[in-house]
Nanobody
Framework: QVQLVESGGGLVQPGGSLMLSCVAS????????MGWYRQAPGKVRELVAR????????IYADSVKGRFTISEENAKNISSLRMNNLKPEDTGVYYC???????????WGQGTQVTVSS
């Protein structure tokens, strides 16, 4: 069974930084994209960042541009999300995903909580 496991979440003060990691239990041979969504309480899940593994193209939500950086090491089945200058509105559960064989996510992690608060 394929598993994606996130780590690195936690409580941080505004202006702080966190690094989220997502490790897959298997080696994917046809990854199209890797990325991160988040869901804040009472809100719909939104795309935070994604990277196309073929050419390294990245896309970010407007609210995180210039603060978050996504990276991937396909050979190691790892996706990371570096989050700097965190704001209270970044609070939520962050989910990593893998889109294998096409552009739509078909594997998800269980989520990791990020709380930005003073």
């Amino acid at each position: 069974q394929v598993q994606l496991v996130e780590s690195g979440g936690g409580l941080v003060q505004p202006g702080g930084s966190l690094m989220l990691s997502c490790v897959a239990s298997v080696r994917f041979f046809n990854i199209h994209q890797m990325g991160w969504y988040r869901q804040a309480p009472g809100k719909v899940r939104e795309l935070v960042a994604r990277i196309t593994t073929g050419d390294g193209t990245t896309i970010y939500a407007d609210s995180v541009k210039g603060r978050f950086t996504i990276s991937e090491e396909n050979a190691k089945n790892i996706s990371s999300l570096r989050m700097n200058n965190l704001k209270p509105e970044d609070t939520g559960v962050y989910y990593c995903y893998v889109a294998s064989g096409g552009p739509l996510p078909n594997y998800w992690g269980q989520g990791t909580q990020v709380t930005v608060s003073s």
